[in-house]
């Protein structure tokens, strides 16, 4: 069964330092996402992304946060300048033209700042 | 502002048991509503949806029930196993305006043997 593939799975970074996350969506889908999770809170919305350009963004994907479709599989998610408060489950997600507010999920990529 | 309400943070049900999650919605114009598990360090997965032109859908164990004048949803496991025990999310989504699926802090469902 296809599925989105994020790398890596866990990743310990200072206070300051740039992080890319990566992701893999699934292959035929064309709507990309990317939600976070603080531990014990909700799952929150940062942006969508289609035809190669942010479609929706919430206010936490501020000016340090950026995402690139690099090529024709890879989907990222920057944060340039890493905070504590960033510390945070990042989850990729894709969803198909036919039916795309159903959206799949990666199985997430734990940052923590420290 | 919490526009999808999952008002019981935790639920626990005997094996073979009917679970019973809810989910409540303020925002009117949404029309289609999704289901997701969730087991910790994974990311949620898809269970079920529903739109807003039906009022009940069911797949094997799954049904979800959707009451629109009450803006409030159900999701229905039975019989309860075990291996259910997980994190439960309640989304919802305006297919004419932001597709975007918004989520409740979840539920977490513990399903005893």
């Known amino acids: 069964e296809p599925e989105v593939t994020q790398t890596p799975s866990h990743q310990v970074t200072q206070m300051g330092q740039e992080v890319i996350l990566r992701c893999v969506p699934i292959?035929?889908?064309?709507?990309f996402y990317w939600y976070r999770q603080i531990l014990g809170q909700k799952v929150e919305f940062l942006v969508s992304?289609?035809?190669?350009?942010?479609?929706?963004k919430s206010e936490i994907f501020d000016d340090q946060f950026s995402v690139e479709r690099p090529d024709g599989s890879n989907f990222t998610l920057k944060i340039r300048s890493t905070k504590l408060e960033d510390s945070a489950m990042y989850f990729c997600?894709?969803?198909?033209?036919?039916?795309?507010?159903?959206?799949?999920f990666g199985e997430g990529s734990w940052l923590t700042v420290v | 502002d919490q526009q999808v309400k999952q008002n019981s943070p935790s639920l626990s049900v005997q094996e073979g048991r009917i679970s019973i999650l809810n989910c409540d919605y303020t925002?009117?114009?949404?029309?289609?509503f999704l289901w997701y598990k969730k087991y910790p360090a994974e990311g949620p997965t898809f269970l079920i949806s529903?739109?807003?032109?039906?009022d009940k859908n069911e797949d094997g164990r799954f049904t979800v029930f959707l009451n629109k004048s009450a803006k409030h949803l159900s999701l229905h496991i039975v019989p309860s196993q075990p291996g259910d025990s997980a994190v439960y999310f309640c989304a919802a989504s305006d297919s004419g305006g932001s597709y975007i699926p918004t989520f409740g802090r979840g539920t977490s469902l513990i399903v005893h043997p």
């Open positions: 529903i739109s807003s032109i039906k």
């Open positions: 992304f289609y035809n190669n350009e942010i479609s929706e």
């Open positions: 997600a894709s969803s198909g033209t036919g039916m795309r507010n159903t959206i799949y």
């Open positions: 925002n009117s114009m949404f029309d289609y």
């Open positions: 292959s035929n889908h064309l709507y």
